[in-house]
C-alpha cells in the first residue's frame, strides 16, 4: 500500500486522510521532522496560515519541510498549503518572498499568491471548475467542484508554472491593493479570472479544498506524481549503473593490484 505524509500541525488534514484511504492509500500524520524520514510524498492541507505558521516553527520543521520540497519529492499544497509553497504571498497587501516563520515559508513554487484574495471567511463559496487536464490524465467530467474557505489565489506564474484552474473572479471581491518599498500603495489586480490551481515539476498547488468533496482525482493525480518521481529515480539509477559498468568493462582493474574502496 502506497504511503502519503499529511502535515497534521491544524486544518483539514483528517480530510486528506480520509480521502487517500477511499483511494487505498495510507496517509500518515505528520508533525515532527523526523516523521518526513522514509516518506515520498507530502500534503499540505488547508488551515489558518499564521498558527501553521507558528506550530511548524515551534517543532523546528521548516528546515526539514525545506529539504524535502527541494530534493524533488512531490508536494502538494491546499488552500494555506498553497500558500506556504509560493515564493512570494501578499499578507495585508504587503508581498513578502519566501522566509521561515511566515507565509511562503516552504517556497518552491513560482507563483505570487494573495492569503485572502476572496475575502473573509464570510465570503467562502462553491463553484463549478474546468479542469480538462485532470480530465484527461484521471477520466471523469471536465469540471470539479472547487470548495474555497477564506482561499488564497495565484496573481501571477513563472514561465516553467502549469496553469490547471482558473475561475471567475466574483462580484463584490475587494479591490486588491499592494504597498511597495516605498509605502505607495497601487491597484495590481484587475482581471475577470484568476488561477486557482498549477504545477510546477514535484510540486501540485490548489486554492480550494478537493479533500472537502467526493472526487478523488486530484488525490490520484497527486499519487501520479509519486509514480512519476519514482520512475525517473529508478530510470536515473539504472543509467548510473549502466555508465559505471560500461567504464568497468573498457578500464579494468589490474588483478594483481590491492583494490581500495
Known amino acids: ?27 500518515v500524520e505528520v508533525r515532527k521532522p523526523e516523521q518526513l524520514q522514509g516518506l515520498n ?26 529539504e524535502f520540497v527541494g530534493a524533488g519529492k512531490p508536494v502538494w499544497g491546499t488552500c494555506a498549503g ?5 515564493n512570494k504571498a501578499i499578507v495585508n497587501n504587503v508581498t ?21 484574495f476572496f475575502g473573509s471567511q464570510v465570503r467562502s463559496f462553491e463553484t463549478e471548475l474546468s479542469v480538462p487536464m485532470l480530465s484527461e490524465k484521471e ?20 514561465s516553467d508554472v502549469e496553469i490547471l484552474a482558473d475561475c471567475p473572479v466574483p462580484a463584490g ?14 491597484e495590481v489586480y484587475s482581471k475577470d479570472r484568476v488561477i486557482v490551481a498549477v504545477r510546477q515539476g514535484n510540486i501540485l498547488a490548489t486554492a ?16 501520479d506524481m509519486d509514480k512519476e518521481s519514482h520512475a525517473k529515480a529508478f530510470s536515473t539509477l539504472s543509467l ?8 568497468g568493462r573498457s578500464n579494468p582493474r589490474p588483478l594483481d593490484l590491492p583494490i581500495f574502496e
Open 208 to 223: 480550494f479544498h478537493p479533500e472537502l468533496t467526493s472526487d478523488s482525482r486530484w488525490h490520484r493525480l497527486f499519487l
Open 139 to 158: 477520466g471523469g467530467s471536465p469540471t470539479c467542484r472547487g470548495v474555497f474557505i477564506r482561499a488564497p489565489a495565484i496573481l501571477e506564474v513563472g
Open 41 to 66: 510524498s507530502l500534503i499540505i492541507p488547508g488551515g489558518e496560515s499564521t498558527t501553521m505558521a507558528k506550530l511548524a516553527n515551534y517543532h523546528n520543521l521548516f528546515p526539514a519541510l525545506r
Open 173 to 186: 471581491t475587494p479591490s486588491i491593493m499592494i504597498t511597495s518599498g516605498e509605502g505607495v500603495e497601487e
Open 240 to 247: 548510473s549503473t549502466s555508465s559505471r559498468d560500461a567504464e
Open 1 to 27: 500500500m502506497a504511503v502519503v505524509g499529511v502535515l497534521a500541525l491544524q486544518g483539514s488534514y483528517n480530510e486528506h486522510i480520509s480521502a487517500l484511504r477511499r483511494i487505498g492509500v495510507k496517509g
Open 96 to 116: 513578502c518572498r519566501s522566509k521561515i516563520g511566515r507565509p511562503g515559508a516552504y517556497g518552491g513554487l513560482d507563483c505570487t499568491v494573495h492569503r485572502n
Open 82 to 86: 498553497l500558500i506556504f509553497l509560493a
